[in-house]
Structures are given as C-alpha cells and as structure tokens.
C-alpha cells in the first residue's frame, strides 16, 4: 500500500513503492537537495537510494563533508 499521509513516513518507507516516486521524481528530489542543503549528491550515491533512511544517510553524510 502507498503511504498518503506525510505522519506515516519512516525511515523505511520505499520511495519508490510506498510513495510513488518515479525516476524521474527520485531525480528531481535529488536536485532539490543538493541546493536546499549545499551539497553535492554523487551518482554512486544516488544508485544505493532506496528508502527514505537511504536518502537522509546520504543528506547527513554530504552535509558533513561537505561543512568548511
């Protein structure tokens, strides 16, 4: 079942199969961010997103690297 309602939401909610995330929005997401948050998602990275805790690891670890 996909979630539609933004409380139902964890870390492991698929982006795909719960929320309905197409490639082209799993990209777009992506795109917005890397300039929401400064940082620079890398295509390896973007090959392992998955669920949501997938793309908050990915957010967290970049921001860190990425902080002067």
């Given at each position: 079942d996909r979630v539609?309602?933004?409380q139902q939401?964890?870390?492991?909610?698929?982006l795909f199969d719960d929320l309905g995330l197409?490639?082209?929005?799993a990209v777009n997401l992506v795109v917005d961010?890397?300039?929401?948050?400064?940082?620079v998602?890398?295509?390896a990275d973007f090959d392992g997103l998955?669920?949501?805790g997938d793309l908050q690891r990915v957010v967290e670890t970049r921001t860190?690297?990425?902080s002067p």
């Open positions: 539609h309602d933004a939401v964890r870390p492991e909610t698929d197409s490639s082209m929005m961010l890397e300039r929401a948050f400064d940082i998602i890398r295509e998955r669920t949501v860190r690297e990425q």
